[in-house]
């Protein structure tokens, strides 16, 4: 008998306990490359969670029709219409932005998230289920990208989403590619801290039942 999904503990896993960046370690080509500014990491944060509900919600309709010879080539034609769609909206509506994100909305395509999300869960569940777990993965996706990105920005540039906070210069190694690891590590370690301790309250709950 198949487990009943819980669509809210299926939403809140994608912020903490299996964040695609910082528990998963997945996702981090865009996650480190583009973080250079908060809103930076929001945009791609949010183009990402687009594709990864679209795709999911077509692919958990179709999965009964797509031979399992080419499942795999079937998800990324799917996903990729949908990232085209995300590139052709924001190069007319958000030039910015886009010229900004570059290269990396066109990658989404081969983000190991949207596909593994694909084959890992949407071609095993309902429509409903599929849709609440892209976007649990895809807004705890665009958390992760926005915190690192904002982190970056505070300490190279002491400004936040392109406002100027503090008067003077930041340490510019935050805006370059070391400052980028040296602020994942950091927030990993900081997420890892948590749910230790988080898993130490739930013993102490059952010892103490």
């Known amino acids: ?8 503990e299926n939403f809140l896993k994608g912020f903490i306990r299996e964040n695609p960046v910082f528990s998963l370690l997945l996702g981090l080509c865009p996650a480190l490359g583009v973080t250079t500014t908060a809103i930076n990491g929001l945009g791609m944060g949010l183009a990402t969670t687009f594709v990864l509900l679209m795709s999911n919600v ?11 010879k080419v499942r795999i080539p079937s998800f990324i034609v799917i996903i990729a219409s949908f990232v085209t769609i995300v590139d052709l909206v ?15 909305i066109p990658l989404i395509v081969v983000n190991c998230i949207v596909l593994g999300r694909a084959e ?11 849709a609440v777990d892209a976007l649990g993965m895809g807004f705890g ?33 935050f805006v370059l590619a070391p400052g980028a690891f040296i602020a994942l590590g950091f927030l990993v370690a900081l ?5 230790r301790e988080e898993e130490k309250k739930g013993k102490s709950k059952k010892v103490a039942a």
């Open 141 to 173: 996706f665009a958390f992760a990208l926005t915190l690192l990105g904002a982190v970056r920005e505070l300490l190279g540039s002491l400004s936040l989403f392109g406002v100027k906070l503090i008067p003077g210069d930041g340490l510019l190694v």
């Open 1 to 8: 008998m198949k487990k009943q999904i819980d669509n809210r």
């Open 120 to 130: 890992a869960f949407a071609s095993k569940n309902k429509v409903l289920a599929s």
């Open 58 to 68: 077509v692919i958990a309709l179709i999965k009964n029709l797509i031979p399992d």
């Open 90 to 104: 924001m190069a007319g509506y958000l030039p910015a932005l886009h010229a900004q994100l570059g290269l990396f």
């Open 191 to 195: 997420v890892n801290w948590y749910k």
